[in-house]
C-alpha cells in the first residue's frame, strides 16, 4: 500500500451474520452462568511472575560476571533470556496490549507498555499492526502487515511470484529470526513515520511527536541497560555482549515467527481480496473462520508458554476475552461452526502445523 491515508474495507454485514450472533450468545451466556470474568485471572498473574523471572534472572546472572570466561554458559543464559522474553510476549504483552488481562484500562496498559519496553518495541506501533490491522483485515494482502515480508518471501497467493522465492523453504526461518532485532533497531521509527502519514496513529488517540519523543527515550534506556552495561562492567570482549544480545533476540524472533504464521500462512487458510468498491462478501467473523488456524489444541504445556495462542481462532473471533478462557470457549466455537457449516481449520500438533507450513511456503514459492 502507498502511504497515502488510510482506505478501510467494508465487510458484508448480511453474510454469515447469524453465526456470529450465535456463537457470540453462546459465549457471552458460557461467562454469564458460570460468573466468572472475560478478563484474566490468578492464571495470568502467576505468568506474570515466573516469565519475566526466566528473562531477567539470568541477564543479572550474567551481570555478575561469574560466567564471562565460560561462553557456552554465557551464551546459553542469552538464550535463555531469549525464551522468557517470547513468553513474556505470547503471554503476557499480547493480552495487555488488547486490554484483556484486566479489568482496569489503566493496568493493561501499564504493562503493555513496560513488557514492550523491555523488548526494545513500541506498544503503539504494535498495536496499529496487530489490533488494528491485522485482527481487522485477517490475511487481506496490502492491509494485513503480518503477510507482508517486506518482499522478501511470499506469504499470500495474490503477491508478485519472484524467482529466488522458489528458496524460501529454507531461508525463512533465519528470518523469522530477525523480527524482533528488526523492532529492536530500526522498524519502530520507520513504521511511526508510515502510520502517521497513513493517519492511523489517531486511532490510538497519540501524535507523532509523542510517540517518537517516547520511543527515543525507550531505546536509549533500552540499550544502555542491556548492551551498555554488560559491557561496561564485564570481563569480557564488547562484541561477545553484542553477539549474546542478538542470539537471545534471534530466538526470540524465531519462536514469535512460528506462533503467529501457524496461525494464518498454512494450505487451510484463505487469503480473499475485496472487490472494486472495496468490499468483502463475508461479514468480519466469518472473515475470521475462514483465514484463522489453531494447532496443538491438546498440548497444555505449550498452550501455556504462547498464551493461548494455539486457539488462534478463538482470540480473532474474541479478541478483548483473556487467552485463560479460550480452552473452553474451543468447545463452544468448534460446535457452533460445524453447526452452520462453517470450516474450524486445526491442526491436532505442533510440529505437523510446522510441516504444513513449510507445504505452504513451498506452495506459494512454486511458478
Known amino acids: 500500500m502507498a502511504e497515502t491515508a488510510f482506505n478501510p474495507i467494508r465487510f458484508a454485514s448480511d453474510v454469515g451474520k447469524e453465526f456470529g450472533a450465535e456463537v457470540r450468545r453462546r459465549v457471552h451466556d458460557y461467562f454469564k452462568s458460570n460468573n466468572i470474568s472475560k478478563t484474566g485471572d490468578y492464571r495470568i498473574w502467576l505468568k506474570a511472575i515466573i516469565l519475566p ?3 531477567l534472572i539470568p541477564f543479572a546472572i550474567i551481570l555478575t560476571g561469574w560466567f564471562s570466561s565460560n561462553l557456552l554458559v554465557f551464551y546459553s543464559l542469552w538464550l535463555i533470556m531469549g525464551v522468557g522474553l517470547a513468553g513474556c510476549g505470547l503471554s503476557l504483552m499480547h493480552d495487555f496490549c488488547h486490554g484483556s488481562a484486566s479489568k482496569k ?3 493493561n496498559f501499564f504493562f503493555g507498555e513496560l513488557i ?3 523488548s526494545a518495541g513500541s506498544a503503539t506501533n504494535w ?3 496487530h489490533n488494528v490491522l491485522h485482527h481487522t483485515y485477517t490475511n487481506i494482502d496490502g492491509y494485513d502487515e503480518d503477510i507482508d515480508p517486506g518482499g522478501l518471501m511470499r506469504f499470500s497467493p495474490n ?3 519472484k524467482a529466488f522465492y522458489r528458496y524460501q523453504i529454507f531461508y525463512a526461518w533465519f528470518l523469522y529470526g530477525l523480527l524482533t532485532l528488526y523492532w529492536a533497531t530500526t522498524k519502530d521509527f520507520s513504521f511511526l513515520r508510515k502510520y502517521n502519514k497513513k493517519g492511523l496513529l489517531k486511532t490510538q488517540n497519540t501524535t507523532y511527536r509523542k510517540e517518537v519523543t517516547k520511543l527515543i527515550f525507550q531505546k536509549i534506556v533500552y540499550y544502555s541497560l542491556f ?4 559491557i561496561i562492567i564485564l570481563d569480557v570482549a564488547w562484541w561477545h555482549v553484542v553477539l549474546g544480545w542478538a542470539s537471545m533476540h534471534f530466538l526470540t524472533g524465531l519462536i514469535l515467527s512460528c506462533i503467529f504464521q501457524l496461525a494464518h500462512v498454512m494450505p487451510s487458510t484463505e487469503f480473499p481480496l475485496p472487490d472494486e468498491n472495496s468490499e468483502l462478501e463475508s461479514d468480519q467473523i466469518v472473515h475470521q473462520m475462514l483465514t484463522t488456524a489453531n494447532f496443538a489444541p491438546t498440548n497444555r504445556l505449550l498452550s ?3 498464551g493461548g495462542l494455539n486457539y488462534q481462532i478463538e482470540h480473532h473471533l474474541f479478541p478483548n476475552i483473556c487467552h485463560v478462557h479460550y480452552r473452553e470457549l474451543s468447545k463452544i466455537v468448534k460446535a457452533t461452526a460445524e453447526e452452520f457449516k462453517l470450516p474450524y481449520h486445526s491442526e491436532p500438533t505442533f510440529f505437523g502445523a510446522l510441516v504444513s507450513h513449510g507445504k505452504m511456503l513451498r506452495q506459494l514459492s512454486s511458478f
Open 227 to 230: 548492551i551498555a552495561l554488560p
Open 304 to 306: 501455556w508458554y504462547v
Open 105 to 107: 484500562k489503566s493496568v
Open 127 to 129: 498495536k496499529i499492526q
Open 159 to 161: 503477491q508478485p511470484k
Open 53 to 55: 523471572l526466566i528473562y
Open 116 to 118: 514492550m519496553s523491555l
